[in-house]
């Protein structure tokens, strides 16, 4: 008991000193935390040491609490809020980041387990980091649900990924076979777990808090958090597991807030345990040793977190602005990597030199994190400014129908064609994978077998079995080209009973581009998760040649449709410049501007009146379509008329400014034109 004593004091009290410098120079406390770690640990010849081994047992009070903090702030009914927004954000991030940890763990050399294992540290982002940032620099509340969003998503994944990394782990291998086994154990305990606690723990909680007693609040919380970590434990489950399901059940008592309230200290203090005792297995001769890769894992954690949710966030309509800000707010690795690390370290299935890799990446993130946002409009303005003005105009156009449509049908019904479509397309895509994993795994057996039987040249053997896998494929490739059909049909029709409300009509043009972009939605959203789980089986050369092919013939898609949108934008633009043009010459009868433009969602005229401030000023100072993701279609002014002008274009009194986006953008940008106190955002 005094050694214990003598840990915990050690470790608090050298982290209380290292966190608050930390935040005397505006750093999360986790550096503090994992800088004291490198302080009382065995590898600095400072004289304050713990012992290794009675500091990790503590840390796994620390996992625990975390996981049941994280759980408590997590809803069923929040899941399925998110998934509308943000569910193809995570999906493909996850993905991204999955295929590229391990593509730079066989370029370093590692196996097959220890490549996957960098892709699973790599692929969640820290919640306790973004959500100490967002408090620190409050974002707009747009950015904020959709980063909390995938942050909720990404923890569900983090919970899968666990038990499918202690399985490998504790396999030695990665197999089809012992993965699916995995997650299909895994979604049987959680659903038995929920449906067999749903009943008992929620009412079990209000009853506690109607004792309005912190004591028994607190002891209650954490034994039922504790009581289902040793439940998992016992059903051979990482604690983590068990505590998280905890928290989601005593979340869906309705008084989930409280609770978080009430155990947030203690979860504090062996969190902290938690992440000092991470940086004392840091060697820092073996941290110098691998900082080469620790460098290359960190600039691809920032630029492809940024890459891989901007363009899923534009493909899902969510615009330029919220998703590369919720890019950068990504933009880390955080407490999962280290909880799957460990696993790995300690059933010594990877080297040792991860763990110090993952710190080094997540001190540098926790740096850059909140300095990428605060220079995110400068970063959306730059990338806004020299995207190719076909992917700028549809990008604002596009992300108005979405907007519109997930406004008017509240994300869809569950009886939605859209929703059975996306069911449909997600039921044949997992069967399809599935089937394509199993056959790559079994390739060489199969083959010989039916070399043996068909008594034919194994050469011939391999023809006959790809055939036997491609005729097994028609059924399901067809239901996925099928049932995108239906739901490029199914948005369309939703976009087109909104619109004729106003008795406008989406163009044939604009529909194609519609077309094109869910096309590409649904190849990447298939398409990369199949990377993902096929990568292990098929070979990194053949998965990274298709992944090429595949960004190829999207980007010429996307490219041949938004040039053709651009130009009718172009074209209706010029026609509704000729007819102010005629009504100020020949006094023809009034039209709304809207009618130029079936295709646009909103369509605002903004009228520049003497001495407001944007006068004199080019639109890319003004950097209206970066700071409110509208777009200027056109500027009418006596004389000479300008059509989709460029950013060098001066604003001058008495322009006429013709503005399309969202209702949000659209208001946005009128306010950032017409209020001298307009903050730059």
Not at 73 to 80: H, I, N, V
Request: hydrophobic share 55%.
């Amino acid at each position: 008991m005094a050694s214990f004593v003598h840990d915990l004091g050690i470790v608090l009290g050298v982290a209380t000193g290292t966190s608050i410098i930390c935040r005397k120079i505006n750093q999360p406390s986790i550096l503090g935390f994992l800088a004291a770690g490198l302080i009382v640990g065995p590898y600095i010849p400072i004289p304050l040491f713990a012992d290794t081994a009675r500091v990790h047992t503590l840390s796994e009070f620390g996992v625990v609490l975390v996981m049941f903090y994280i759980g408590l702030e997590f809803q069923l009914s929040k899941l399925f809020k998110v998934l509308p927004v943000a569910g193809f954000a995570a999906l493909i991030e996850i993905g991204t980041m999955l295929f590229l940890g391990f593509t730079i763990g066989l370029a370093l050399g590692w196996s097959n387990i220890e490549a996957l294992f960098l892709g699973a540290c790599i692929c969640i982002s820290s919640t306790m980091l973004v959500s100490k940032i967002f408090e620190d620099g409050p974002v707009g509340a747009d950015v904020r649900t959709f980063v909390l969003g995938i942050l909720v998503l990404q923890d569900v994944a983090a919970i899968a990924l666990i038990a499918a990394m202690t399985a490998v782990a504790e396999s030695g291998s990665v197999s089809v076979q012992s993965l699916a086994l995995t997650l299909g154990k895994l979604l049987f305990t959680l659903t038995m777990m929920i449906a067999l606690g749903l009943p008992i723990v929620p009412r079990l909680v209000r009853h506690v808090m109607s004792f309005k007693n912190n004591e028994v609040i607190i002891i209650s919380a954490i034994g039922l958090c504790f009581s289902f970590s040793l439940l998992a434990e016992s059903l051979g489950y990482s604690v983590a597991l068990g505590a998280f399901v905890a928290g989601v059940l005593v979340s869906e008592s309705g008084r989930g807030h409280d609770i978080v309230h009430a155990i947030q200290p203690v979860k504090d203090i062996f969190a902290a345990v938690f992440f000092v005792s991470i940086g004392m297995t840091v060697e820092p001769q073996l941290a110098l040793e691998n900082i080469g890769p620790s460098m290359l894992v960190f600039v691809c954690v920032i630029v492809f977190q940024l890459l891989s949710i901007s363009i899923a966030g534009v493909l899902s309509g969510n615009g330029l602005q919220k998703s590369m800000t919720s890019g950068l707010s990504l933009g880390q690795i955080g407490e999962f990597g280290f909880i799957i690390a460990a696993i790995g370290i300690s059933a010594e299935v990877v080297r040792p030199g991860l763990q110090p890799i993952m710190v080094t990446v997540a001190v540098l993130t926790a740096f850059t994190t909140p300095l990428a946002l605060k220079w995110a409009p400068r970063m959306v303005a730059f990338v806004d400014h020299n995207l190719p003005n076909r992917f700028k105009n549809s990008i604002v156009v596009y992300e108005g129908w979405i907007s519109g449509l997930r406004t008017s049908s509240g994300g869809g019904g569950g009886k939605s064609p859209r929703r059975k479509a996306v069911n449909a397309i997600t039921f044949d895509a997992l069967v399809w994978v599935v089937v394509t994993a199993l056959f790559m795994y079994g390739f060489t057996s199969i083959s010989t077998f039916l070399s043996e039987k068909l008594a034919i040249t194994p050469a011939q053997g391999k023809m006959v079995s790809f055939a036997v896998f491609f005729v097994a494929s028609i059924p399901l490739l067809i239901g996925i080209v099928r049932n995108t059909h239906k739901l490029v049909e199914g948005i369309l029709q939703g976009i087109e009973e909104r619109r004729a409300r106003a008795n406008a009509h989406i163009t044939p043009i604009g529909a194609s581009l519609l077309r094109a972009s869910i096309h590409v939605l649904v190849m990447m959203g298939i398409g990369i998760p199949a990377v993902v789980i096929l990568l292990p089986f098929v070979g990194s050369a053949a998965i990274i040649a298709l992944v090429a092919a595949g960004i190829i013939m999207m980007m010429g898609l996307l490219w041949r449709s938004a040039g053709r949108f651009d130009a009718e934008i172009r074209s209706e633009a010029e026609r509704l410049i000729a007819f102010l043009d005629r009504q100020r010459t020949e006094g023809v009868s009034e039209q709304a501007p809207q009618a130029f433009f079936p295709d646009l969602d909103k369509m605002d005229g903004i009228f520049i009146l003497e001495g407001l401030p944007v006068i004199g000023k080019t639109l890319s100072e003004l950097n209206l379509r970066a700071r409110s993701g509208a777009l200027v279609v056109a500027i009418h002014r006596e004389g000479t008329d300008v059509v989709l002008p460029t950013g060098s274009e001066i604003v001058r009194a008495e322009d006429l400014l013709f503005v399309t986006g969202t209702e949000e953008a659209v208001a946005k940008a009128r306010e950032i034109i017409t209020n001298p106190e307009a903050e730059e955002s």
